[in-house]
Nanobody, 117 residues
């Protein structure tokens, strides 16, 4: 069974940093894109960043220049380095995989990030 396990969330002051990890159980060859999304209470889940199988990255405008997504295929892990955190970054962060393997879309359980002002 495919699993995505996020970790690294926590409570941090504004201006601080956190690094989220998403460990996945699919083979790298089955993955097209891995992304991070976040969802604040009462809001829709929103795109944060993604990285393709070839290593191309993309970011939401709200995090561009502050967050960095990276991937370690040897560890089957994707990271989201979050710097200069703001209170509005507070949300539950989810890892998502677009895969070639049915059902083609996988979500993790999420990890909570809380940024205090």
């Amino acid at each position: 069974q495919v699993q995505l396990v996020e970790s690294g969330g926590g409570l941090v002051q504004a201006g601080g940093s956190l690094r989220l990890s998403c460990e996945f159980s699919l083979s790298s060859s089955s993955i097209k894109v891995i992304g991070w999304y976040h969802q604040a209470p009462g809001k829709e889940r929103e795109y944060v960043a993604s990285i393709t199988s070839s290593g191309a990255t993309s970011y939401a405008e709200t995090v561009k220049g502050r967050f960095i997504i990276s991937r370690d295929n040897a560890k089957n892990t994707v990271y989201l380095q979050m710097n200069s955190l703001k209170p509005e970054d507070t949300a539950r962060y989810y890892c998502h995989v677009d895969a070639t393997l049915y059902p083609y879309s996988y979500w993790g359980q999420g990890t909570q990030v809380t940024v205090s002002s």
